[in-house]
């Protein structure tokens, strides 16, 4: 079975400051791991997978999570917010390439001006 | 190409009442999967189809939900009956075909979502 954790269901950060969104993940299997985000009225799009291969991901809009499998964490970072980047971002995990995900609760990014 | 496409786009319906949500892959995608979030909750795993089979249902609430996908393409969910803790965001995603070796994972593509409402 998995289980995700996302610390804080909302963060809030000044443009032009790091995004540092946590997310942990329980999983009895190597897992696969992803971070999805939602914008308003719009569905989830997938900003960046890990699999197995390398352990630091990088994604779109400037995007990257790093794989730590000691910490069983995911955490999402970007250097330098964009009023753009606000929405509720979702980590999940699953236990396949093809199965069905587990979502943790999800973060609300809040960008201050 | 379109995307995955969801209707309605909302629903409200009283307790007792029937719905069907309908979802529309995209074209070529055998994988289809269902999600629901109820408000101040995550969003859970239904169920799996691959092709017309259902692939995992271990997500289904109960059996007032009946999820069909006829001839592989679209899929519907049926809630019948209607109970109020049922009012919630249901997605529909799809992606390709998995790979049975080495560790390919397919990106779900997600639908914006319908939101349902039982009053």
């Known amino acids: 079975a998995q289980s995700v954790t996302q610390l804080g269901s909302h963060v809030s950060v000044s443009e032009g400051a790091l995004v540092l969104l946590r997310c942990n993940y329980s999983s009895s299997v190597p897992p696969y791991l992803f971070w999805y985000v939602q914008y308003p009225n719009q569905g989830l799009q997938l900003l960046l997978k890990y699999t197995s291969a390398a352990t630091l991901v990088k994604g779109i809009n400037g995007f990257e999570a790093e794989f730590k499998k000691s910490e069983t964490s995911f955490h999402l970072t970007k250097p330098s917010a964009h009023m753009s980047d606000a929405a509720e971002y979702f980590c999940?995990?699953?236990?396949?390439?093809?199965?069905?995900?587990?979502f943790g609760k999800g973060t609300h990014l809040i960008i201050q001006p | 190409e379109a995307g995955v496409t969801q209707f309605p786009s909302h629903s409200v319906i009283e307790k007792g009442q029937t719905v069907t949500l309908r979802c529309d892959p995209i074209s070529g995608h055998d994988n289809l999967y269902w999600y629901r979030r109820v408000m101040g909750k995550e969003i859970k795993f239904l169920l799996h189809?691959?092709?017309?089979?259902?692939?995992?249902e271990s997500g289904m609430p109960n059996n007032r939900f009946l999820a069909e996908r006829t001839g592989g393409t679209y899929s519907t969910l049926k809630v019948q009956p209607a109970e109020l803790e049922d009012s919630g965001v249901y997605f529909c995603?799809?992606?390709?075909?998995?790979?049975?070796?080495?560790?390919?994972?397919?990106?779900?593509?997600f639908g914006p979502g319908t939101r349902l409402t039982v009053t």
């Open positions: 189809f691959v092709k017309e089979s259902k692939q995992d």
């Open positions: 995603a799809s992606s390709q075909v998995g790979s049975t070796s080495g560790r390919v994972s397919y990106e779900q593509y």
């Open positions: 999940a995990v699953s236990a396949g390439g093809a199965d069905g995900l587990t």
